[in-house]
Antibody, heavy 115, light 107 residues
């Protein structure tokens, strides 16, 4: 099970931060990747990036957000996080964390970028 | 990066109709393709992975086919509860890009 937390409102130019707490699995599981995906009416579903452990930690990011996005695992709390910097209103979306391809998914967090 | 293109972008069909959605990859991705159903206000639901494997609990009226660059999602008999937007997603190497979506409505 994945439980998301984080603010629903972020000001333009600030950093959007979300956390996904994992239960029933380990963020260090070397068989799965932990993803962030967002959904907006204008862009549909958009895969943002992932973190995974395979002898060491790896990250992959979508080109559209690569310069602004950081995904970090936190083994002490068994969770992973998303930080998206320099946000604009175009980053307004429902953000989801997911476990690999077959899930589960987090409950989703509507994040609005507005002053 | 490999681009995923779905067609059509929307469709309207009658209950009981056979519905087909296509997804084309700009380069070959073998069978590393998934299909999702997304209803407003709900978490997206995985329907099919590995191009043609039905996820557990998904009705058998959904099926997937294809390999390489061309893929198809078929609903054999459209039901009212199938109104949703459907997305394909490549899942071989990163980025795991989605198609732009196909909105399915009842006529």
């Amino acid at each position: 099970q994945l439980q998301q937390s984080g603010p629903g409102l972020v000001k333009p130019s600030q950093t959007l931060s979300l956390t996904c707490a994992i239960s029933g699995d380990s963020v260090s599981n070397n068989s799965v990747a932990w993803n962030w995906i967002r959904q907006s009416p204008s862009r549909g579903l958009e895969w943002l990036g992932r973190t995974y452990y395979w002898s060491k930690w790896y990250n992959d990011y979508a080109l559209s957000v690569k310069s602004r996005l950081t995904i970090n695992p936190d083994t002490s709390k068994n969770q992973f996080s998303l930080q998206l910097s320099s946000v604009t209103p175009e980053d307004t979306a429902v953000y989801y964390c997911t476990r690999d391809l077959r899930g589960p998914w987090g409950q989703g967090t509507l994040v609005t970028v507005s002053s | 990066d490999i681009q995923m293109t779905q067609s059509p972008s929307s469709l309207s069909a009658s209950v009981g109709d056979r519905v087909t959605i296509t997804c084309r990859a700009s380069q070959g991705i073998s069978n590393y393709l998934a299909w999702y159903q997304h209803k407003p206000g709900k978490v997206p639901k995985l329907l099919i992975y590995a191009a043609s494997t039905l996820e557990s609990g998904v009705p058998s009226r959904f099926s997937g086919s294809g390999s390489g660059t061309d893929f198809t999602l078929t609903i054999s008999s459209l039901q009212p509860e199938d109104v949703a937007t459907y997305y394909c997603q490549k899942c071989n190497s990163a980025p795991w890009t989605f198609g732009q979506g196909t909105k399915v409505e009842i006529k």
